[in-house]
Nanobody
Framework: VQLQASGGGLVQAGGSLRLSCAAS????????MGWFRQVPGKEREFVAA????????FYSDSVKGRFSISRDNRKNTVYLQISCLKPEDTAVYYC????????????????WGQGTQVTVSS
């Protein structure tokens, strides 16, 4: 099973992007999926997560109201719509598959994509 993230790019402050994460394998729909981000020199931080059945979504306080996570289990894809972007949102964004543990804890995720760079200019 692999995760392939895409959709990053350079955008002006206030702009929007939609990140995608495509998963191979048949069990995608069984798992909670999450997005994290990381800047050089800092720990990877939780951004958002969505339960396997889309009923529950979770967001960090820093992105709540601006970012929206969704998924399409028929397409084995999870999305992150990021809006009202700020320069401090600049980071590499990673999608991940959650195993056991708290959804905000990066150690609870057992499979990671390669990351996609989001750069927000002021």
């Amino acid at each position: 099973v692999q995760l392939q993230a895409s959709g990053g790019g350079l955008v002006q402050a206030g702009g929007s992007l939609r990140l995608s994460c495509a998963a191979s394998g048949r069990t995608f729909g069984d798992y909670t999926m999450g997005w994290f981000r990381q800047v050089p020199g800092k720990e990877r931080e939780f951004v958002a997560a969505i339960s396997w059945n889309e009923i529950q979504t979770f967001y960090s306080d820093s992105v709540k109201g601006r970012f929206s996570i969704s998924r399409d289990n028929r397409k084995n894809t999870v999305y992150l719509q990021i809006s009202c972007l700020k320069p401090e949102d600049t980071a590499v964004y990673y999608c991940a598959r959650k195993g056991a543990g708290t959804y905000t804890n990066r150690l609870a995720y057992d499979l990671w994509g390669q990351g996609t760079q989001v750069t927000v200019s002021s």
